[in-house]
């Protein structure tokens, strides 16, 4: 019976030692790391162009795929969808023969945009990124009048023989910055300017009284939800050697 109880008690210290190690061996549990997100986010936009000058704030939402390895780049593929609006009751142009001109003195742009963007990390850790942004994007608009009539067909709102498509590229600069929570999930922020490639999403741009494409600010404030986690793996400590310069008998 003896002989039994110290076998048993021998096999119970070896596997709890071996837990114990495996324990120690495989995982952190403390911030995992998560190679893919899924962001959802709302943000306001403030357009400037010929009608207006950030004065105004509207609102697009948005969802991507943001990719998270662990190195200084990283990349985001994203979709949004919203409007801008603009309006003066006094502008006026005048052309080159001295004549008066009132093209449309409001408009609502409705837009929808596919988005790739690289990052660079300006700071990095396991929990949060400070990154420089800049993409390339593909944006359908549709310009509008008070009445919902489309600006585009309404060739009286701009000189004779100007037309324009309603595709642009757009070139978006910013600074964001994410957090992730213990359990993977996130939230996000980010500012930057959109660099629209067309000077019509006001549909003005020969009665333009000013030069350079229409622009859009954008404030954006994101929901992260981990998409796939991976535990990070963990080596044992070094086993302690202690040393004796000199022998003993």
């Not at 549909?203 to 333009?208: C, K, P, R």
Request: proline letters at 4%; glycine letters at 8%; charged letters at 20%.
């Amino acid at each position: 019976m003896k002989n039994i109880l110290l076998g048993f008690c021998f096999l119970l210290s070896t596997a709890l030692s071996a837990q114990q190690q495996q324990t120690d061996t495989l995982i952190n549990r403390s911030h995992p790391v998560v190679p893919r997100l899924l962001e959802l986010s709302v943000s306001a936009n403030s357009y400037k162009g010929d009608l207006s000058t950030y004065e105004s704030l509207s609102s697009f939402f948005h969802a991507a795929i943001r990719f998270n390895q662990e190195r200084r780049v990283n990349h985001r593929l994203g979709i949004a969808s919203g409007f801008i609006t603009g309006s003066n009751r006094f502008y006026r142009f005048r052309d080159t023969e001295g004549n008066l001109t009132s093209p449309n003195l409001f408009f609502k742009t409705r837009m929808f945009s596919l988005t790739y963007e690289l990052e660079y990390n300006l700071i990095y850790r396991r929990n949060f990124r400070l990154y420089l942004s800049q993409g390339i994007g593909l944006c359908r608009f549709s310009v509008e009048d008070e009445e919902g009539a489309d600006l585009l067909n309404l060739s009286e709102t701009r000189p004779f023989g100007e037309s324009y498509g309603n595709f642009t590229l757009q070139l978006p600069t910013g600074l964001g910055a994410m957090y992730l929570f213990r359990n993977g999930f996130g939230l996000g922020a980010y500012v930057g300017f959109m660099n629209t490639q067309t000077d019509f999403l006001d549909n003005i741009s020969t009665w333009s009284s000013s030069t350079g494409n229409d622009n859009l600010l954008r404030m954006r404030f994101s929901f992260l939800i981990p998409l796939k986690t991976s535990e990070i793996l963990q080596f044992p400590k070094p086993a302690k050697y202690e040393y004796y310069p000199y022998g003993s008998d």
